[in-house]
């Protein structure tokens, strides 16, 4: 991208002061009880924004084991902090609407006692953020460092409900700055209702 993506500027093209990460902290503050972001290397350049928004900020030793051992960093400090669910998602990609958390929140709250996991699903894709419980915390945790969550949601679908969502925002990925061009170009998906 030749820039962080998580403090590139939200929407796109616009001077609201907003990134894809405080966009995101702002968001998922209305739905949990806090927000924990794991850094890397840019640990000091997040911490402001991190630190502004009312979120924690974790630092990933070794970010070069890649994007699954952050997450696993991440789900053992929910777990340290006595929390035993958790909302999973990326910075590379917009916030999704308020009303897709709610109904993820409220699909998560009503589900099955043998669904460990709520993934949003748009046109057929999978995205995120999705919401796990402790049981999809632990095979997380336990799962090798070369994993992939998307391996592991493959192989626990059993425990894992998947919710037709209409925010196209879940699936949207951000890796190339014609990605984040793309994005002006389109109807700001989130954080509205």
Request: net charge negative; proline share 8%.
């Amino acid at each position: 991208m030749g820039a962080d993506k998580a403090l590139l500027p939200w929407p796109p093209g616009t001077a609201t002061g907003q990134s894809f990460l405080s966009a995101a902290i702002e968001c998922l503050n209305n739905f949990s009880d806090m927000v924990i972001v794991v850094a890397g290397k840019n640990a000091a350049n997040l911490a402001p924004v991190v630190y502004a928004n009312a979120a924690f900020l974790v630092k990933n030793p070794a970010p070069e084991r890649g994007q699954f051992s952050s997450l696993q960093i991440g789900l053992q400090e929910v777990l340290n902090r006595g929390r035993d669910a958790a909302i999973v998602t990326l910075v590379d990609r917009p916030p999704v609407r308020s009303s897709t958390l709610q109904m993820l929140c409220e699909a998560f709250t009503t589900r099955m006692h043998d669904k460990w996991s709520v993934v949003p699903e748009y046109q057929g894709e999978h995205g995120h953020p999705f919401l796990i419980d402790r049981e999809m915390i632990q095979v997380f945790s336990e799962a090798p460092a070369t994993a992939s969550a998307r391996d592991i949601e493959h192989q626990h679908q059993q425990h894992i409900q998947y919710l037709e969502v209409d925010d196209p925002a879940v699936t949207l990925n951000v890796d190339t700055p014609e990605d984040y061009a793309a994005l002006s170009q389109s109807p700001s998906p989130g954080p509205k209702t």
